[in-house]
């Protein structure tokens, strides 16, 4: 039931990311507020290395694999647009994978990640706290570059009654 409550939260920054990511132009997506700032690319590749990395073999190898060169993805590297929601899609696919094959006892678990022990509860909840972090920094570039006005994600402002009234209309597609 745990490990189901933080699927249902992964998938809720997913979609939430996705919507706001849909609203871009191409340029947009490599767009900076400043020039040492992420674009939507640089944390779309982030977030798609960081998962990437973090679940390839959750309960036995360490978190930060040899494969991941972090700091490669700040670097602006302009990959095709295609080629970037796929290497998202991949990760996020993977991740959600290897979380529907754990059950609530696995969380007690000692896994590793960067050399640090943890418990996989411990290692999730950095996780789903690591990528609401960089969704809000997504939605806010999408939203500043947005010509037209902005369609809320989530409850839009002066509806809050409406949605006390339907609240299961905030829940993303799969959960």
Do not use: C
């Not at 990311?17 to 674009?39: F, V």
């Amino acid at each position: 039931m745990l490990i189901a409550s933080y699927a249902g939260e992964f998938r809720r920054y997913r979609s939430l990311a996705e919507r706001a990511t849909a609203a871009l132009s191409p340029n947009e997506w490599h767009r900076r507020l400043q020039p040492d700032g992420n674009s939507v690319a640089t944390l779309v590749q982030h977030l798609a290395g960081n998962l990437a990395s973090r679940f390839a073999d959750l309960l036995h190898t360490d978190g930060e694999t040899s494969a991941r060169y972090r700091d490669r993805e700040f670097d602006d590297r302009r990959e095709p647009l295609d080629a970037l929601q796929a290497h998202w899609k991949r990760s996020w696919d993977h991740m959600l994978q290897t979380l529907e094959g754990l059950r609530d006892s696995d969380l007690t678990r000692t896994i590793t990640i960067r050399r640090v022990e943890m418990t996989v509860a411990e290692a999730l909840a950095r996780s789903v706290a690591h990528v609401a972090y960089h969704t809000g920094q997504i939605v806010l570039l999408a939203q500043t570059f947005q010509e037209a006005p902005w369609q809320s994600l989530s409850v839009p402002r002066g509806r809050s009654m409406e949605y006390l009234a339907a609240p299961h209309l905030e829940k993303p597609p799969g959960s």
